[in-house]
C-alpha cells in the first residue's frame, strides 16, 4: 500500500520497449520491464510467468505482422499476363473454352467478327456477363489494305454496333486482322488498337503439345497471347497454358489491364 519506486529501464530495455511500440502496444509495459533492475514484483517466478505470456503474444503478433506482409507483398509482386482469343464466338469450341475459364476464374479478352456475334449472340452475352473483355476484330474478317480503307472502317462501326447492343458496352479496343492498321481510325473512332507479343500459330497446328510449347518457351510478364477459339486443339492447349503460367505465379488480366495499369 506504500509508495511505489520508479521503475528505471536500462538501456536495452528501452530499445526493446521502443522497438514493440507498434505491433505489440498493448503489452509494452510488460516487455519494457525487461532486466533485475526493472523488475519491482515481489515473486520472481509470477514475473517469469508474465514476462513470459507477453514475450510469447508479441512473438504471435509479430509473426502476423510478417505473415500479412508477405501476403501484400505476393500481390504487388504477382506477374500479369492476358490471354485474348480472336475470329469468335465458335457455338461449340468457345463454350467450352468459357466453361474453362470459369472454372479457373480466370478473365481474358476476345476479339470477336461480328458476323459471329450476330450468329452467337448468347455467347456474346455470356462473355460479358462473366467479365471478360470483348474488343473488335471487324465485321468479316477484313484487312486494311490501301484500297479499302472506308469498307474497313464501316466494319468496324458495324460491328461496334452489334457488340453494344447485346452487352450495353462500349467497344473500345480493336484488333485489326492480320495487324494492319491506321492510327487515323484511333481518333475518328475512339478505338485502341491491340496487337501481341506471343503468336503460337494455333491456327495452322493440331499438335497441342506444340501450341503449349510455342507459349510457355515465350511468355513472360505483360505479354499478351494471341489464339483463336475456332479449333479444339486451341482451347485443350489454351486451358494447359493457363494451369502452366498459373502454377508459375503469373495472374491473367484483360488487356486494358496491362495497357492502361
Not at 500500500?1 to 520497449?17: D, E, H, L, T
Not at 479478352?109 to 450468329?119: I, K, R
Not at 462500349?170 to 495487324?179: A, D, I, M, T
Not at 487515323?184 to 501450341?211: G, H, Q, Y
Request: hydrophobic share 40%; aromatic share 8%.
Amino acid at each position: 500500500g506504500g509508495i511505489k519506486a520508479p521503475v528505471i529501464m536500462s538501456g536495452r530495455a528501452r530499445r526493446y520497449n521502443k522497438a514493440l511500440s507498434g505491433t505489440c502496444g498493448r503489452i509494452r509495459m510488460v516487455c519494457g520491464m525487461y532486466g533485475k533492475r526493472s523488475i519491482r514484483i515481489g515473486k520472481a517466478m509470477k514475473t517469469a510467468a508474465v514476462l513470459t505470456a507477453a514475450l510469447l503474444l508479441c512473438g504471435a503478433a509479430v509473426m502476423s505482422d510478417r505473415l500479412s506482409a508477405k501476403a501484400a507483398g505476393e500481390m504487388e509482386d504477382s506477374r500479369k499476363i492476358a490471354i485474348t482469343f480472336d475470329d469468335g464466338p465458335h457455338p461449340y469450341y468457345t463454350e467450352q473454352l468459357l466453361d474453362g475459364l470459369k472454372e479457373r476464374g480466370v478473365k481474358a479478352t476476345f476479339f470477336v467478327t461480328g458476323m459471329h456475334a450476330e450468329q452467337y449472340p448468347e455467347l456474346i452475352c455470356r462473355m460479358s456477363d462473366e467479365g471478360h473483355l470483348i474488343g473488335n476484330h471487324t465485321y468479316s474478317h477484313t484487312q486494311l489494305s490501301s484500297s479499302n480503307s472506308e469498307t474497313f472502317k464501316e466494319e468496324l462501326i458495324q460491328t461496334n454496333e452489334v457488340i453494344e447492343e447485346l452487352t450495353g458496352q462500349e467497344v473500345q479496343y480493336v484488333r485489326p486482322p492480320y495487324g494492319t492498321w491506321d492510327k487515323k481510325f484511333e481518333k475518328e473512332l475512339n478505338m485502341f488498337p491491340v496487337l501481341w507479343t506471343v503468336d503460337p500459330l494455333d491456327w495452322c497446328s493440331d499438335n497441342v503439345a506444340r501450341i503449349v510449347q510455342n507459349v510457355m518457351s515465350k511468355a513472360d510478364e505483360n505479354d499478351i497471347i494471341l489464339m483463336h477459339d475456332e479449333y479444339k486443339s486451341t482451347v485443350t492447349a489454351a486451358l494447359q497454358i493457363i494451369d502452366e503460367l498459373m502454377e508459375q505465379g503469373y495472374e491473367f488480366v484483360t488487356v486494358d489491364e496491362l495497357l492502361f495499369d
